[in-house]
């Protein structure tokens, strides 16, 4: 896709598309790390939530500016411009979900003891995992390393395994309720599997953007 992106990449072909584009990435990060933090602490949901629905609400924001942008973009630049437009279309919806998958963590933390200690302990370290990945698949995306971006892949279809692995266990478990459990980890799996969307764009053709080398993405 590096080729694709040139034209984005000069200040009047859209490098403010791509700022965009980064911003909320990043903002979807900081919700769902807020997000997490509070269901693993067992913490006041109401401490974050303003500030988790003020995060979503400019990530939409700047999905529905971006959108406008890019048809915009391609109306001025023609045929040549809609390949890299189809694909930020495509992006910018990952980038979106995030935020979402951010409130629906928030919604669980209101109910008291939501997740054990046991739970707790699994649950961290995959969405610690999940979060850095938020952060190197927008480093990915802007730097276009197609070797980095395989071996990301890898460490994402492996969490998402992690994650299933874990839901099949509580579900199996008739002893006792794992509910929350069982949703917040596949809420986590979700945001991986957006972040490898994303990541997707540097390695796969656009026809097949989020099918993941291997599988997973939109597959699962």
Not at 19 to 44: H, K, Q, Y
Not at 88 to 102: P, Q, T
Not at 166 to 183: E, G
Request: proline letters at 2%; charged letters at 30%; a negative charge.
């Amino acid at each position: 896709m590096f080729d694709l992106l040139q034209s984005f990449r000069d200040p009047e072909g859209g490098q403010h598309m791509l700022r965009r584009f980064r911003e909320m990435l990043s903002d979807g990060r900081r919700a769902f790390d807020s997000s997490v933090t509070i269901i693993i602490s067992g913490g006041d949901p109401a401490v974050v939530r303003d500030e988790v629905f003020r995060t979503d609400q400019r990530i939409n924001k700047n999905e529905q500016a971006l959108r406008r942008e890019l048809i915009v973009h391609a109306s001025v630049h023609g045929a040549t411009a809609f390949p890299t437009s189809l694909l930020l279309m495509s992006l910018v919806k990952d980038a979106e979900r995030i935020g979402d998958y951010a409130k629906n963590i928030l919604d669980l933390a209101r109910h008291e003891s939501a997740l054990s200690s046991d739970e707790k302990d699994l649950v961290s370290g995959m969405a610690t995992k999940a979060s850095q990945m938020l952060s190197q698949a927008a480093v990915l995306f802007d730097s276009q390393d197609k070797e980095a971006a395989a071996i990301f892949l890898k460490e994402e279809h492996a969490l998402r395994h992690q994650c299933e692995a874990a839901i099949d266990k509580w579900v199996d478990d008739t002893d006792r309720n794992h509910s929350a459990a069982c949703l917040v980890t596949r809420f986590i799996k979700r945001v991986a599997g957006h972040a490898g969307n994303v990541v997707s764009s540097v390695v796969m053709p656009l026809d097949k953007l989020d099918f993941h080398p291997g599988g997973g993405g939109d597959e699962d």
